[in-house]
């Protein structure tokens, strides 16, 4: 496979914690497994993962997950990257945010972006905190504005697994920069 033809997806810990396999009866759970056996089914998709990431899946992933991370690792369809240091990015994101909690909340996923920047600009995650926060510092960073950010829970209104079955296109509508919090 063409290194073109293939699309490197930054996946949350947040989505590998809810996944919970054919036993799964919480909808989340059940959205998320969806998710990854989607994924799987098209081998165009690989999975990217940072330390911090690593780090993170390790403490949270399902048994599911983890079957599901070994099968991309064995499939060749993993990419460990190491993250540049970025601190200008960082602190321009940094100076969007007015309280310490939201600080703090974004530089503990800051990763996710920089994976994203360094990747295909492609983010899966369940947290809609940080997805807000990210979404707000776009419009002040134009470096993030157009990372997709897609959340698999979120099914009628994303559309997730559609979305995996059409080549998970860099559609306008899924850019951290026109991302409209629901109330």
Not at 39 to 50: A, G, I, L
Not at 113 to 139: C, N, P, Q, Y
Request: aromatic share 8%.
């Amino acid at each position: 496979m063409r290194t073109s033809d293939v699309k490197r997806i930054v996946v949350n810990a947040s989505v590998a914690r809810a996944a919970g396999g054919e036993d799964a009866t919480s909808s989340v759970s059940i959205n998320c497994t969806e998710f990854f056996e989607t994924f799987k089914d098209n081998t165009s998709f690989h999975v990217v993962m940072t330390l911090e990431l690593s780090e993170e899946w390790d403490e949270h992933q399902s048994n599911f997950a983890a079957t599901w991370i070994a099968n991309m690792i064995a499939t060749k369809r993993f990419h460990y990257i190491k993250l540049p240091t970025n601190s200008l990015l960082y602190d321009k994101i940094e100076a969007t945010a007015t309280r310490e909690r939201d600080i703090n909340a974004m530089l503990k996923d800051f990763h996710l972006l920089g994976a994203a920047l360094t990747t295909d600009k492609v983010i899966v995650s369940l947290d809609e905190t940080i997805r807000t926060l990210f979404a707000k510092a776009s419009h002040q960073v134009g470096k993030i504005r157009d990372i997709i950010w897609v959340n698999p829970e979120r099914t009628t209104e994303e559309e997730p697994i559609t979305w995996l079955k059409n080549g998970a296109p860099p559609e306008v509508h899924r850019q951290l920069s026109e991302y409209q919090p629901t109330k």
